[in-house]
């Protein structure tokens, strides 16, 4: 069965930074794109990082240069590194990935408050 857990959210001034992590069971994680995705109160989920198998990267305009998105495929684990937060930044954040296609995966996610 596959599950995404997601840790490392928490309370942080504006500046501050943040990692988190999700950690993928299973025996898929290295041959799969992973994302992060956030959702704010009253707001649609959006996209904030994707990361090929490969390690290539991509990001919205909204952080591009901020958050950074990484993977350790030994470990199972993906992470986002998130710097100079804002307060608009804050949102539960939640992994995710594409399975066979059309099965998306997520995680419960884990909340990130930005104070300002």
């Known amino acids: 069965q596959v599950q995404l857990v997601e840790s490392g959210g928490g309370l942080v001034q504006a500046g501050g930074s943040l990692r988190l992590s999700c950690v993928a069971s299973g025996n898929f994680f290295s041959s799969n794109t992973m994302d992060w995705y956030r959702q704010a109160p009253g707001k649609q989920r959006e996209l904030v990082a994707t990361?090929?198998?490969?390690?290539?990267?991509n990001f919205p305009d909204s952080v591009k240069g901020r958050f950074f998105i990484f993977r350790d495929n030994p470990k199972n684990t993906m992470y986002l590194q998130m710097n100079s937060l804002k307060p608009e930044d804050t949102a539960v954040y939640y992994c995710h990935c594409l399975r066979f296609g059309s099965l998306n995966v997520w995680g419960k996610g884990t909340l990130v408050t930005v104070s300002s």
């Open positions: 990361i090929t198998s490969g390690g290539i990267a």
